[in-house]
């Protein structure tokens, strides 16, 4: 009996309208239910990033688990059968699989393969993968009919047009994603470069207000002990904003700044600043080890701890911990291979930890982004700055975090 050419045409144009890998699936095991006496059928395609292997996509049937289970991938090289069906242009028949030279015998015992009926999927010379039919253990041997072969043989041929249309709807589908991502990149980019460029003008009138009122401090005299502690503090506070615009104005500027430092003075004095920012409810507390001194910049490293400390009281909120610790690390070049963040030396380090919600998985990779924020007030820089900060100063910076167990940013500087 000769194939149905208008079923066929019917399958042919379902299994072009389809979208997605599911919806090609569905159509073609209904098919073959439809045109074969077989239950069971497969899809397996070569692995376009190693050509020497072929994997299952897709096997119908009682053995399914078990199939993708026991022989998830193919060796092309270590199979002769799989050899013989790519290279072939006709149906590779195997009565009984058992019986059989080509197949692998400790496979077929475990799936109880009886007969298989496989067809190369091939666009023009290039040979995509196989279509296979077939029976396992009680279902016995079932040899196929020539109008079998004949229709599995064609829909091959349909089949692995429609494979190649959705290999190419796929990278489409991924190129304009990337394409997308790149153009919101370059507009980030560009609304980071329009700031920088007002920040400046902004920077440089700041400074002169700023020394107006350091000014207008100096000249007052405290009455009490408790008045000379506050314009201290506000002495301290305006002398660090003005180093702050002083930063702002110079990072046009390729002089550096850079300097011996120590880390726990530097906390030390971060933390004054900012202390009157954090709700009294919050404990911040400073854990200073002995750490050697590190080379850098003052002010941008008060910068990159000022705006981790915020971070970490906008995570807490109106209670919680905060401690910064700083110690002396050395990472070894073992722990650089299996940590892909980390590079080998001594370092000293800041680490700030909060005991807030933690970060959720799907945004970790993110948090770096400029304008990237989960705030209604963020700017999305503040992580930004740090990230450029350590980067500026050949440092390390990484982040740790679980949901309920809060947040630790480890800060490395290259020691001296």
Same mark, same amino acid.
């Given at each position: 009996?000769?194939?149905?050419?208008?079923?066929?045409?019917?399958?042919?144009?379902?299994?072009?309208?389809?979208?997605?890998?599911?919806?090609?699936?569905?159509? /073609?095991?209904?098919?073959?239910?439809?045109?074969?006496?077989?239950?069971?059928?497969?899809?397996?395609?070569?692995?376009?990033?190693? @050509?020497?292997?072929?994997?299952?996509? #897709?096997?119908?049937?009682?053995?399914?688990?078990?199939?993708?289970?026991?022989?998830?991938?193919?060796?092309?090289?270590?199979?002769?059968?799989?050899?013989?069906?790519?290279?072939?242009?006709?149906?590779?028949?195997?009565?009984?699989?058992?019986?059989?030279?080509?197949?692998?015998?400790?496979?077929?015992?475990?799936?109880?393969?009886?007969?298989?009926?496989?067809?190369?999927?091939?666009?023009?010379?290039?040979?995509?993968?196989?279509?296979?039919?077939?029976?396992? &253990?009680?279902?016995?041997?079932?040899?196929?009919?020539?109008?079998?072969?004949?229709?599995?043989?064609?829909?091959?041929?349909?089949?692995?047009?429609?494979?190649?249309?959705? #290999?190419?709807?796929?990278?489409?589908?991924?190129?304009?994603?990337?394409?997308?991502?790149?153009?919101?990149?370059?507009?980030?980019?560009?609304?980071?470069?329009?700031?920088?460029?007002?920040?400046?003008?902004?920077?440089?009138?700041? #400074?002169?207000?700023?020394?107006?009122?350091?000014?207008?401090?100096?000249?007052?005299?405290?009455?009490?002990?408790?008045?000379?502690?506050?314009?201290?503090?506000?002495?301290?506070?305006?002398?660090?904003?003005?180093?702050?615009?002083?930063?702002?104005?110079?990072? &046009?500027?390729?002089?550096?700044?850079?300097?011996?430092?120590?880390?726990?003075?530097?906390?030390?004095?971060?933390?004054?600043?900012?202390?009157?920012?954090?709700?009294?409810?919050?404990?911040?507390?400073?854990?200073? &080890?002995?750490?050697?001194?590190?080379?850098?910049?003052?002010?941008?490293?008060?910068?990159?701890?000022?705006?981790?400390?915020? #971070?970490?009281?906008?995570?807490?909120?109106?209670?919680?911990?905060?401690?910064?610790?700083?110690?002396?690390?050395?990472?070894?070049?073992?722990?650089?291979?299996?940590?892909?963040?980390?590079?080998?030396?001594?370092?000293?380090?800041?680490?700030?930890?909060?005991?807030? @919600?933690?970060?959720?998985?799907?945004?970790?990779?993110?948090?770096?982004?400029?304008?990237? /924020?989960?705030?209604?007030?963020?700017? &999305?820089?503040?992580?930004?700055?740090?990230?450029?900060?350590?980067?500026?100063?050949?440092?390390?910076?990484?982040?740790?975090?679980?949901?309920?167990?809060?947040?630790?940013?480890?800060?490395?500087? @290259?020691?001296?």
């Amino acid at each position: 009996m000769a194939i149905d050419l208008k079923a066929m045409l019917l399958h042919a144009g379902e299994l072009q309208r389809a979208t997605t890998l599911g919806e090609l699936l569905q159509v /073609t095991h209904a098919a073959v239910r439809s045109h074969t006496r077989y239950v069971h059928s497969w899809l397996a395609v070569v692995d376009s990033d190693d @050509p020497g292997f072929m994997y299952f996509v #897709n096997v119908t049937g009682s053995q399914e688990a078990l199939v993708l289970a026991t022989c998830p991938r193919l060796s092309v090289a270590d199979d002769v059968l799989v050899q013989e069906i790519l290279e072939s242009g006709e149906p590779v028949v195997v009565v009984e699989a058992a019986e059989d030279p080509r197949t692998d015998k400790q496979i077929v015992a475990l799936l109880k393969n009886r007969t298989l009926v496989n067809v190369a999927m091939a666009v023009g010379t290039e040979r995509m993968g196989t279509f296979g039919v077939g029976t396992y &253990g009680d279902e016995g041997v079932m040899v196929p009919t020539e109008t079998e072969l004949e229709w599995l043989v064609v829909f091959a041929t349909q089949l692995a047009s429609a494979v190649v249309r959705l #290999n190419l709807l796929a990278r489409q589908e991924q190129d304009t994603a990337a394409r997308v991502k790149l153009e919101r990149h370059l507009e980030a980019l560009q609304r980071v470069e329009l700031m920088g460029v007002l920040a400046a003008g902004v920077a440089h009138d700041l #400074n002169n207000y700023l020394q107006v009122i350091h000014g207008n401090l100096t000249s007052l005299e405290p009455r009490t002990r408790e008045d000379a502690e506050t314009f201290e503090d506000m002495l301290h506070a305006t002398t660090k904003a003005s180093e702050v615009a002083r930063q702002l104005l110079s990072l &046009g500027r390729s002089a550096s700044l850079k300097q011996g430092l120590d880390l726990n003075r530097r906390v030390e004095s971060t933390l004054k600043l900012v202390r009157s920012a954090i709700p009294r409810g919050v404990t911040v507390s400073h854990d200073a &080890g002995q750490v050697p001194p590190v080379e850098g910049d003052p002010v941008q490293i008060d910068q990159a701890l000022a705006n981790l400390l915020i #971070n970490a009281r906008d995570a807490v909120g109106d209670t919680g911990k905060i401690v910064v610790a700083v110690s002396d690390q050395e990472l070894h070049a073992e722990f650089a291979r299996s940590n892909p963040w980390a590079k080998a030396g001594r370092y000293g380090r800041v680490r700030v930890h909060d005991d807030g @919600p933690g970060i959720p998985p799907e945004l970790l990779e993110r948090i770096y982004d400029p304008l990237f /924020t989960t705030k209604a007030t963020g700017t &999305g820089l503040g992580l930004a700055v740090v990230s450029r900060v350590v980067q500026q100063h050949r440092g390390l910076l990484h982040v740790e975090s679980r949901a309920g167990a809060g947040t630790s940013f480890d800060l490395y500087l @290259p020691a001296q």
